[in-house]
């Protein structure tokens, strides 16, 4: 007699960081994907037109004309209570600019993926921070990841911290372009029904359009109500810090991955600390073991998130550090003011009272190769900013 073939579900694939993203928005099971193409991102609204036309998830994807109309639609349906999605890059990210600060305002749960890249001109399609750094104050939580497992479960945790009723603000999960979108790593996938059943609840927007009980959103506000606006949305930032940490605190009980603020490596007992975001600060793991095998003790510190800005955590891993010296890697630049994620770091610093000898390097902009040798030479420079290669 022939064995029953039964097909085995899939635990683990070998996939780019936009197909990891794609995969973790089908789990999360929104009502509506909206999408408009645009290069390092495609292949995330590819997959998941895809996916939804397979049948894997009744979703409705919009294909629009234009990224200020995907986050609009998005707007609309999560206006009548929809779970949503998008993604977009660089100029398109900018193209929503308007629409980023009318869905943080109006509390929309939304999540987007970001495929870092820089802005023209000239053009460049090569992965920078400065497009989802240049809209730090619209209001979106902002995530950076460094790894295509990462990707898939910072959006698994997006959807749930976005949808907090404390919480419900939108969610940006940003991936540097090429660098991650398009590079295949291992990808552990988590279980569909553990997810649903145990992690993600469903979604309830408590202000959503209703026709039993009407009232509109987005007509003309009073200065003294707008500001009673402006601070609840404040409140609500302050309340994702704790619900991130319990969100991150339950991935590691269901699936075993653990993801914190700051990710810490070997910074204990460091005399010099590197400090930086996305795939840079992952490749700065190796810089660190690179030097600790030439009796250098180096540490680092990954930022997970800028916004909320990880107050307690970066203070607290600085101070218990031995290191007299920060060297902070920004792919990115202010004109005029300096590397951002510098000036954020010092602004906390300058607060607490810690005092360090800062090193800023600007390096890696526009996608400019920087190598693990590279950030072993950024330890030797002196207070200040740099330019790296320049």
């Not at 999560?78 to 779970?83: D, E």
Request: glycine content about 6%.
């Amino acid at each position: 007699m022939m064995a029953e073939c039964v097909e085995e579900e899939e635990t683990s694939v070998y996939v780019t960081g936009c197909e990891a993203a794609a995969r973790a928005v089908i789990i999360a099971k929104p009502s509506v994907v909206a999408a408009y193409p645009i290069t390092p991102q495609t292949e995330i609204v590819e997959k998941l037109s895809l996916f939804i036309g397979e049948g894997r998830h009744d979703c409705q994807f919009i294909a629009v004309e234009s990224e200020h109309s995907a986050l609009s639609a998005c707007i609309g349906a999560a206006s009548c209570g929809a779970r949503t999605f998008t993604a977009t890059s660089s100029h398109g990210l900018l193209y929503m600019a308007e629409m980023l600060y009318w869905a943080a305002i109006a509390r929309l749960p939304i999540v987007m993926a970001n495929a870092n890249r820089a802005l023209a001109s000239g053009w460049n399609i090569w992965a920078d921070h400065i497009d989802s750094l240049s809209q730090r104050d619209a209001g979106w939580i902002q995530f950076y990841t460094s790894t295509v497992q990462e990707v898939y479960d910072t959006i698994l945790i997006a959807f749930r911290v976005a949808e907090n009723e404390g919480v419900m603000l939108p969610v940006m999960v940003n991936l540097d372009g090429f660098l991650l979108t398009h590079i295949n790593q291992p990808l552990r996938l988590v279980d569909e029904t553990l997810y649903q059943e145990e992690f993600l609840d469903e979604i309830n927007v408590p202000h959503a359009l209703n026709l039993d009980s009407p009232h509109t959103l987005g007509t003309l506000i009073s200065p003294s109500d707008n500001y009673r606006v402006q601070h609840d949305r404040k409140l609500g930032m302050e309340r994702a810090k704790d619900v991130i940490k319990e969100a991150e605190r339950d991935f590691l009980r269901l699936f075993g991955r653990e993801y914190h603020p700051v990710m810490e490596y070997r910074s204990d007992d460091a005399e010099v600390l590197l400090l930086g975001m996305g795939t840079l600060a992952k490749e700065a793991e190796d810089a660190v073991d690179m030097m600790r095998f030439r009796g250098i003790k180096a540490g680092l510190l990954r930022l997970r998130q800028i916004r909320p800005f990880p107050d307690d955590e970066i203070i607290d891993a600085i101070s218990r550090s031995p290191a007299e010296k920060l060297v902070i890697i920004d792919r990115d630049y202010s004109p005029g003011s300096g590397g951002i994620l510098s000036q954020e770091v010092k602004t906390r610093l300058y607060d607490a009272g810690i005092v360090k000898e800062i090193v800023n390097v600007i390096a890696g902009v526009g996608g400019q190769d920087v190598s693990a040798e590279d950030m072993m030479e950024m330890v030797e420079l002196e207070r200040g900013e740099h330019w790296w290669g320049i």
